[in-house]
């Protein structure tokens, strides 16, 4: 069982910057794959990052590529972090951390068996 807190969520202009945590019980923490998710009003959920138990692998959505970055700490804080820099209005959605096993698309939602509990995140223009 892992329970996922997220925090860092907040309000932004246009081309500022936030960094998201996320962090996670249990002494197993190495050994999931972490991934961050998005939902806008009246959206579905999408993938926006994810990276494998020990950081080497990482994925990113297309929208956010070149512009949020996905890492973890598998020390003492057992946490992931997601630094969004130059966002834009359409950044604006509750952002979900997640966290599954070793197998599977790491872009999948339905793949991720533990979910925090979102932190907003709203870009002005």
């Known amino acids: 069982q892992v329970q996922l807190v997220e925090s860092g969520g907040g309000s932004v202009q246009a081309g500022g910057s936030l960094r998201l945590s996320c962090a996670a019980s249990?002494?197993?923490?190495?050994?999931?794959?972490m991934g961050w998710f998005r939902q806008g009003p009246g959206k579905e959920r999408e993938f926006v990052a994810g990276?494998?138990?020990?950081?080497?692998?990482?994925?990113y959505g297309d929208s956010v590529k070149g512009r949020f970055t996905i890492s973890r700490d598998n020390n003492a804080k057992n946490t992931v972090y997601l630094q969004m820099n130059s966002l834009k209005p359409e950044d604006t959605a509750v952002y979900y951390c997640?966290?599954?096993?070793?197998?599977?698309?790491?872009?999948?939602?339905?793949?991720?068996?533990?979910w925090g509990q979102g932190t907003q995140v709203t870009v002005s223009s």
């Open positions: 997640a966290a599954k096993g070793s197998t599977g698309s790491f872009s999948v939602p339905l793949n991720y068996a533990y």
């Open positions: 990276i494998s138990g020990s950081g080497v692998i990482r994925y």
């Open positions: 249990g002494r197993t923490f190495s050994t999931y794959v």
